[in-house]
């Protein structure tokens, strides 16, 4: 299949990086204030409060727009603070928490700009008059806007002209009669000055302050207005702090180590004490000192060190001593003062750490080995604060113990009785026999029990009432002491027991000769009584009962044990038939049947509750996951055989069926709570944790240690591994507790330097990693580069190189060479990795020099050497392998590079060594950035001249198509499963596809690059990478793996039949092809096969995004969804700039509409709608899909028949008329599916 020019944009990662935060009252009630923590990452808001010293979210919100800056104020007679937000493109909003409707809503929407003005340079900036009368925004050269705070809201806003253009810092003075601005600028000759000037709001002028310009640092870049009564400003430069009062000369003055403020935070209202933290990420209070006999007047300053942070952007002081650091560069913290210094000599601890992304300078897709689990390792933060980041979407198991022990079928975990709050006693079963494992002073040991049948298989084990508990063999059901260890009583059936099931009230047995038995403890004579029994058809493969909620974590609940279970139902998987059947609990009573198609055996079953839904859950031999809603209806039932009195029985339905791929192995279950929600664990080859959230079932890989099969796992609370669980592989027993539940997890590797560039050698099993660091010497400072060579394991330092001074490592991969003179054998080829540099004058604006570096591992002691290097005069940006050689972005130039020896006799005698000799080259650019290969195809990002398309083929660069717009770029990559799809970003936050016209007929038309989708991200997109962060199961039919690790649709299965067929089987709707999004069996939501059109992007906020290739179908799905929601305004903007607008492709030449492109965050969001607004939302996407232009449509009305409308499972309720009838649930349900995928 072709590359596709449809894409479904969306963010798998939301930003990290924190660009501003505040304090104040904005969800606080007419009564009582709050203080609410604003913090602003991207195009989102978060609010948090701090609760029992933790920060937790209050509310968070989307935002149609990057945030340029922000503030707030109180409006005239409001006692709760109102955001200002300015937001790309100069529009703003102000934003208010509505108590009643309990969510952040609009007051004011409007825009700023002026189209004939220059942006200013240094940064937009909103400040607001701490009286609440005026809003000052800066955004162009030589002009403030000003918008005046009234009553009823803002005023119309005016400009006014500034003779000063380059300004540093911009801030309103305290207690002055009318609005008056402090302004820190800089003139021609370099020198910095303060200044004051009035608003006057009746001319609209600027009249002079009261303050007369004076000189201040030249280091200064920072102003901090002061409150009253000590008013004035101080002044932040690089070796002084300043204090002035408003007269003619400096009042204070101290001396600092030189360095670079960048925010700071008030601690207490009459502005004596204030945070400052600086590039270093050192913390330190400034103190005005008051004169005692004269209380408004300054008498001196204080400084003081506390400690060093994340390099902060901003700081936000919460009371009661916390304060919030966030950061661009490092993870944000929050922190809490101390009144003495610590051991470790700082005024502070910290209290929690929010982990921080941004910005992704690069990254690499590499296969873990846990299970085949891919994860994405990013160069991340900037300065000390670089780091490694390993992004898994999946969940860790923090392994406690570890027992190796081979051959365990199952495992059960028992109470010491049912006052217990820690489970004592681990039961394993194997082949043959029972072994039991108790905790004792500390340790786990083995131990024998007198009425415990340990010469047998185990088939189920588990806790009863009244301090005991069953074991079940295939002989017989064992009711055991768990004080006195004393068999209590022992029910042995007629025919051999096969699978078992039970929870504290009962036990279901199934035996050979289709005999189902229910079984009950007397709790007076504590003996095992028959409650039921029932001959089926056909045996027995697997059988669920309900079960108590609070069972597997806490203290069991007696009290709550005496009421029914949850279900009173019985699930039994048949192995004839391949049917699943519910059987009422007290009677054995069928209630409901349903068919499994195809020819996969039922391994296991499970009843479970998740979020006050119940799901039965089928585990199938081929590694497959079948889910059925149930839900039930309270019924009487007469038995027409006997006639005997009518009894309450229920009806239960099976609804929602859908299939997921988890493994290739069969799939068995097990469930557990983790901080109170109730999760199952399929265990298979590829261990899944099965979660809800929001009513949606969420899936996550199991990231162990071990790569083998998990066969089971049981809860394992003891008291010396507090909420636990014991897992059995193959070969060992392991016991750890989980990581918490989220979408992706996120490991942090510290490097105390700057990351710039990593690859990955899956032979040598290392990383190679570029940095680069800033250190002091002789009072200058310096950066110095070198090459990290880390076990991608453990993550340890197997070795470094140091690059010369003044040179920058630009590009990292991995080469392997066709024919190489260095590898021992000619069968096998040596892995090398490839470094390319340039040297970096400050003084010259472009690198005259550059190397390539090639470093080989040796096996197996994995020491790094220096192979081969090669000189280049100019810098190499970028690097490739291709076709066994060595591509590289030499200044302009492209050049293909082999490892070979010279030819020359002469050469050869002086120099033995191979050499990296240029084989063929290719000019026509300005700076070639990037490089992406794929095939024999090469893709080139220019610094200007967007992309190119080079194909290598008979040691030669042939061109073969172009991209003749100018775009600054800055990440590419080729997509798809062909090579005629390329991606690109460029330098104003926006993305877009091209593709080749191979099928043109002219050589004009072949050789140009034709533009396919473009979308406005907001975003600087640093690096993009081919994959994706959900990995699905080896499948040779890809079609019947339900499209990888998201759920598959499956027509409803007839529930209420007990006749034992099928159900009826859902005629396809004959729409599009057989991948199509519109048919009811859809096999992809995204219609093309899994995996193989996807790609990853890294930002500078710390967000991931992920590209998703679709077919025209899904594309016309999931665009109808998107127009429908901006149409009925159901997810309105709260910025004034429509999401239309926003996602418009826009440079410095021309702005266009969104194209080929769906906005998935948008999308998503549909998830959060309620059953009104879904319901509308349906109505309108059908609407918009039968409005549809035929030539956008690939219906044939004569392809198939009518139908009758009443055919379960069908899209159209007339197919004869192809009009779309999709429902609000079958809508949810693609966006769901969809949304697995990232």
Known sequence: MSGTPYSYIVTAQK????????????????????????????????????????????????????????????????????????????????????????????????????????????????????????????????????????????RDP????????????????????????????????????????????????????????????????????????????????????????????????????????????RINREGTRYLLGDCRGVLIVLVLTVDVQQPGKVSGIIIDYLGVTSAPETISYLGDGFVFIGSVFGDNQLIKLLDEKNDQGSSFEVVEVFPNIGPIVD?????????????????????????????????????????????????????????????????????????????????LSEIEMEGFEGLLSSLFCGNMLHDSFVQVTDRSVRLIDTVTFALLSEFVPERPITVASGDVHTIVIACSGCEVISLNVDPASRAIKKAASIVLDHDVACVSLGM???????????????????????????????????????????????????????????????????????????????????????????????????TASMEVTLTDK??????????????????????????????????????????????????????????????????????TSESCLLIGNIEDIQ??????????????????????????????????????????????????????????YDLELLETGFACTTVEFAADPLSSSASTSKEYFAISTGYIVNDEPDADRGRVLLFEVSSPVRKVDLAVERDFKAAVYSLAAVGGRLAAGVGSKVQVLNLRVMDDISQATYSSRPELLVECSHSGHILSLYLKVKGDLLLIGDLVRSMTVLQYHGGRLLELARDYNSNYMRAVEIMGTTEDHFFGSDDHGNLF?????????????RSKLDPESEFHTGEFVNVMRRGSLVSQPAESDTAAAGGGRGLQKLPDASSSSTSGGEAAATPSSGFGDSDSIFKADYSTVTGLPPGSHSLLFGTVSGSIGCILGLSLDSYRFFRAIEKALQSLNLLPSRTGLSQQDWRSFRNELRCSPQRNAVDGDLVERVLDLDLASLSLLAREVNDELNNLPPSCSNVDSNAFPAAPSSTPGLIFKNIGTNKYQLSAEEIVRRIEDIARLH
Not at 658 to 670: E, M
Request: hydrophobic content about 40%.
């Open 15 to 154: 930003p990290t990086a924190v660009n501003y935060s505040m304090v104040c009252n904005f969800t606080g009630s007419d009564d009582e204030e709050s203080q609410d923590l604003i913090v602003f990452k991207g195009n989102c808001i978060e609010v948090f409060n701090l609760k029992n010293d933790k920060l937790q979210v209050f509310e968070s919100l989307p935002l149609t727009g990057m945030v340029r800056s922000t503030g707030y104020y109180r409006p005239h007679a409001q006692k709760r603070d109102v955001l200002l937000v300015l937001t790309e493109g100069e529009y703003y909003c102000v934003l208010s928490y509505d108590t009643t409707l309990k969510k952040i809503v609009s007051k004011a929407i409007g825009n700023v700009k002026d189209k004939v003005l220059r942006e200013i340079e240094t940064g937009q900036k909103v400040v607001i008059d701490p009286d609440d009368r005026l809003v000052g925004m800066l955004l162009y050269d030589g002009q403030l806007k000003v918008i005046p705070i009234e009553a009823n809201g803002l």
């Open 158 to 265: 005016f400009n006014l002209s500034l003779d000063e253009t380059k300004i540093i810092d911009l801030k309103f003075l305290y207690g002055c009669m009318r609005p008056t601005l402090c302004m820190l600028f800089e003139d021609t000759k370099r020198q910095r000055f303060i200044r004051t000037l009035t608003i006057d709001t009746r001319e609209l002028e600027f009249i002079p302050g009261p303050w007369s310009q004076q000189a201040v640092d030249c280091g200064a870049n920072m102003i901090i207005p002061v409150p009253l009564p000590l008013g004035g400003v101080i002044v932040i430069a690089s070796t002084t702090l300043s204090y002035y009062a408003g007269t003619s000369e400096m009042v204070y003055c101290v001396e600092v180590q030189y360095t670079q403020t960048l925010c700071f935070a």
């Open 363 to 443: 990254m690499c897709l590499v296969e873990s080995n846990r299970g085949g689990q891919g994860q994405l390792v990013t160069c991340s933060g900037a300065y000390k604060d670089g780091s490694l980041r390993i992004v898994r979407n999946g969940i860790g198991l923090h392994e406690q113990a570890s027992l190796d022990v081979s051959g365990i079928k199952g495992i059960w975990s028992i109470r010491a009785s049912s006052s217990s709050l820690f489970d004592k006693f681990l039961i394993q079963s194997f082949i043959g026999e029972s072994r039991i494992l108790a905790m004792e002073a500390d340790e």
């Open 548 to 646: 108590l909620p609070s069972l597997p974590t806490g203290k069991m609940e007696v009290e709550g044990a005496e009421s029914a279970v949850a279900w009173p139902v019985v699930a039994l998987g048949m192995w004839t038939d391949n049917s699943i059947r519910l059987h009422e609990l007290s009677s054995l009573h069928e209630v409901s049947r349903t068919s499994i198609t195809g020819e996969t055996q039922a391994r296991d079953v499970l009843i479970v509750e998740l979020e006050s839904k119940y799901y039965l859950m089928v585990g199938l031999g081929d590694g497959h996951l079948l889910t059925y809603q149930m839900l039930s209806n309270p019924m009487i039932r007469v038995d027409d055989a006997t006639h005997e009195a009518p």
């Open 658 to 727: 859908r299939l997921c791929a988890l493994g290739n192995l069969p799939v068995t279950f097990s469930f557990f709570r983790n901080s109170g929600e109730m999760c199952v664990l399929a265990a298979c080859d590829r261990p899944t944790i099965i979660y809800s959230r929001n009513q949606k079932i969420l899936f996550s890989v199991l990231n162990t240690s071990k790569s083998t099969k998990i066969n089971g796992m049981t809860p394992f609370h003891a008291e010396n591994f507090p909420d636990c669980l014991a897992l």
């Open 743 to 800: 979408k992706l997890h996120i490991q942090s590797i510290p490097l105390g330097e700057e990351p710039r560039r990593i690859a990955h050698s899956s032979k040598s099993s290392l990383y190679a990693v570029v940095t680069s660091k800033t250190v002091m010497t002789n009072g200058i400072e310096e950066t110095m580069c070198r090459v990290l060579f880390l076990d991608d394991s453990s993550m340890e330092l197997i070795s470094s």
């Open 993 to 1005: 596809s091209l593709r080749r016209n191979e099928a043109a007929t002219s050589e004009d038309a």
